[in-house]
C-alpha cells in the first residue's frame, strides 16, 4: 500500500533528494566524497522551494513503515514556448521511484497527486518537461494522458550529442 504525503520537513527533503541524486546525477569521481554534498545542496533546494508558500510541493510515497518509495515536485514554472504568453503553469517535475517499488503503481499515484494539486489550484492544464531520449518516462506520460506539445532543441553537450526535450501537456477535467 503506498500513502502519499506532502515534504513539510527537512529529514522528508533530504530522504527525496538522496533519491533524486541517485536517478538524475552523474558524479565526479570520487563519487563517495561528493554525495553527500550533491544530496545536501538538492535537499536544501527542495526545502526552499517548497517552503515559500507559492504553489509548489514536494509529493512523497511512502510504504507501510514510513520508506521513501518514490517522490515528485508539482509547482509553477513558465509556459512552453509554444504557448507564449501564458501565465506560469502548473508541471510535474523531478519524478522519480525507488528502483525496487517500479512497475509498482507509485510513478501513477504520484502524477495524479499532482494533477489533484494543479486542480486545486484553479488550473486546467498540467504540463511535464522530459528529455526526449527518455522513452520509459515518455511512455509513462503517454499512458497516464500526456500528448506531446513541443519539441526544444538543446546545444551539444560536452560529447557532441544534440539533446533535446519534450514538453507535453493533460488537459485537466
Known amino acids: 500500500m503506498v500513502a502519499l504525503s506532502l515534504a513539510r ?31 545536501s ?12 508558500g507559492e504553489r509548489q510541493e514536494l509529493v512523497l510515497a511512502l510504504d507501510e513503515g514510513n520508506g521513501l518509495l518514490g517522490c515528485v515536485e508539482c509547482g509553477l514554472l513558465p509556459a512552453p514556448p509554444c504557448r507564449p504568453g501564458l501565465s506560469p503553469q502548473p508541471y510535474v517535475a523531478n519524478l522519480v521511484v525507488a528502483p525496487e517499488a517500479r512497475r509498482g503503481g507509485v510513478a501513477s499515484a504520484l502524477v495524479a497527486e499532482t494533477e489533484e494539486l494543479a486542480t486545486g489550484w484553479g488550473f486546467a492544464e498540467l ?22 506539445i513541443f519539441v526544444q532543441q538543446l546545444p551539444a553537450d560536452w560529447t557532441n550529442k544534440q539533446r533535446s526535450n519534450v514538453f507535453l501537456v493533460k488537459p485537466l477535467t
Open 9 to 39: 520537513s527537512a529529514v522528508q527533503c533530504q530522504a527525496a533528494a538522496s533519491l533524486c541524486i541517485d536517478a538524475f546525477v552523474t558524479l565526479p569521481f570520487p563519487a563517495a566524497y561528493h554525495r553527500p554534498r550533491e544530496i
Open 127 to 148: 504540463y511535464c518537461k522530459v528529455d526526449r531520449a527518455n522513452i520509459p518516462a515518455r511512455r509513462l506520460y503517454d499512458r497516464l494522458g500526456f500528448r506531446p
Open 41 to 52: 545542496a538538492w535537499a536544501d533546494q527542495l526545502l526552499q522551494r517548497t517552503s515559500t
